[in-house]
C-alpha cells in the first residue's frame, strides 16, 4: 500500500514529532512543502497545543498531524483535545497509547503508534492503530534497542497495517533502503532539523553541521529512558555519572531544562542536543521544501537504478 493513499500528502514522508521544536508555523511548513507535518506535544500544556493547531490550520490546508508525547505529564488532556480537535492524524511515542485509541478512531483519526519493538507493534494493531512507525535507535530523542535494519522488517512480519520506517533516514538512499525493507513511507527528524525554517537556535543547527558520523550517544540508559544527544560536556558528565552508578536524582539535575536550554538559548555545550545518528550527514541548512523534493526523487532514482542492476 502506498502511504500517500492512506493520508493525501504528495511525498510519503512523515515529520518526527521533536518536543518543544515542531510548532504550529513549522508542521505547517512541512505539510505545506509536501511531506505530513506534526505538531509536538512534549514540553507543552493542552492549552498551548490547542493554540500550536489552530495556528496550524491558519497556515496551511492540507494534512498535518500531533504527535502525542506520553510521558507528558497532561497526556490525558492533550489526548481528549486530539479527540475534540479531529486531529487527521495522530502519532505518538515514548509509550503505549493503547487507552486512547478507540476514542482517537471513534471520529475518524488515523492513528500511528511509533514503536520501538515488535510485541507493541502487535498491541497497537489489536487496538486498531492504523499503520505503524517502526523506529530504529538511529534516530534523536528517547530510542529503544533495536536498529531500523532488523525492527522494520521484523515488525512488517508481525503486523498487516503499512508500516513506515524511522531512524536513520536522511537521504534517498536511506529511504530507498527503507522501501527495499518493505516500509511503505518514512519518518525523518533530524535533517529537517537543518532547515530553514526551523525554529531552533543557530548554534543548535551549527553544532549538527559540524558533527560527525559518531558525534552522538546515548544517555539514561541506567534510567530505562535511554535518549540520543549530541555529544557535548553534559553528555560526558551524563555518562560518567551513570558509570558511577549515580541516582536518579543527581542525573536529572544536570538534565532539567536540557532541551529547552538547547532549543532556546542555543547552549549546546550544557544543553540537551537531541539528534540522530544521521548528524554526520547534514552539511547545509536548506528549505524544508528543497530538502523533501530531493529525498523522494533521489530515492525513486536509487530504487530504479537497483532494481536493474541486482542479480
Ligand atoms: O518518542 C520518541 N522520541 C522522543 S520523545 C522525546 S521527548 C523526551 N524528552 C526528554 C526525555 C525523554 C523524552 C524525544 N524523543 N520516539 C518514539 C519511541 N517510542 N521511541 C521509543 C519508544 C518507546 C519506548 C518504550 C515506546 C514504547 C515503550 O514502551 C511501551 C511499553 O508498553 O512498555
Redesign the pocket.
Known amino acids: 500500500m502506498k502511504l500517500q493513499d492512506l493520508i493525501p500528502i504528495k511525498y510519503p514522508i512523515i515529520q518526527?514529532?521533536?518536543?518543544n521544536i515542531a510548532t504550529g508555523e513549522f508542521a505547517a511548513a512541512v505539510s505545506n512543502a509536501g511531506g505530513l507535518g506534526l505538531i509536538a506535544s512534549?514540553?507543552m500544556d493542552h492549552i498551548k497545543i490547542k493554540e500550536e493547531i489552530d495556528k496550524c490550520r491558519k497556515l496551511t490546508d492540507k494534512p498535518f498531524g500531533v504527535n502525542l508525547?506520553?510521558?507528558n505529564p497532561d497526556v490525558d488532556a492533550i489526548a481528549e483535545l486530539l479527540y475534540e480537535e479531529k486531529i487527521a492524524v495522530i502519532t505518538t511515542?515514548?509509550?503505549?497509547p493503547g487507552k486512547y485509541l478507540s476514542r482517537w478512531k471513534e471520529q475518524g483519526s488515523i492513528v500511528i503508534p511509533?514503536?520501538?519493538?515488535v510485541?507493541?507493534a502487535k498491541?497497537m494493531v489489536q487496538l486498531g492503530a492504523d499503520a505503524i512507525?517502526a523506529?530504529g535507535g538511529e534516530?534523536?530523542?528517547?530510542?529503544?534497542d533495536m536498529t531500523t535494519m532488523t525492527l522494520v522488517p521484523q515488525v512488517i512480519a508481525a503486523v498487516d497495517v503499512p508500516v513506515i520506517a524511522a531512524g536513520g533516514i536522511a537521504n534517498g538512499n536511506q529511504m530507498a533502503a527503507a522501501y527495499a525493507l518493505g516500509a511503505c513511507g518514512v519518518q525523518v527528524g533530524t535533517c529537517l532539523l537543518v532547515s530553514e525554517e526551523c525554529p531552533i537556535h543557530i548554534n543548535y543547527k551549527n553544532a549538527l553541521l559540524k558533527a560527525k558520523d559518531n558525534g552522538t550517544t546515548v544517555t539514561?540508559r541506567s534510567q530505562g529512558?535511554p535518549?540520543r544527544i549530541l555529544k557535548n560536556q553534559m553528555a560526558r558528565q551524563y555518562l560518567k555519572l551513570e558509570k558511577e552508578g549515580a541516582d536518579k536524582m543527581e542525573l536529572e539535575k544536570i538534565?532539567l531544562g536540557g532541551?529547552r536550554r538547547a532549543v532556546f538559548d542555543g547552549d549546546v555545550t550544557t544543553g540537551?542536543v537531541?539528534a540522530g545518528q544521521v548528524c554526520g550527514q547534514l552539511d547545509e541548512i536548506r528549505p524544508i521544501a528543497e530538502i523533501l523534493e530531493q529525498l523522494y526523487n533521489d530515492a525513486k532514482a536509487r530504487l530504479d537504478e537497483i532494481s536493474g542492476s541486482m542479480l
Not at 511515542?93 to 503505549?96: D, P, R, V
Open positions: 518526527g514529532g521533536m518536543a512534549g514540553g508525547m506520553l510521558m511515542g515514548a509509550g503505549n511509533v514503536v520501538a519493538s510485541a507493541l498491541k512507525i523506529e534516530s534523536g530523542g528517547h530510542v529503544g539514561g529512558a535518549v538534565t532541551l540537551s537531541m
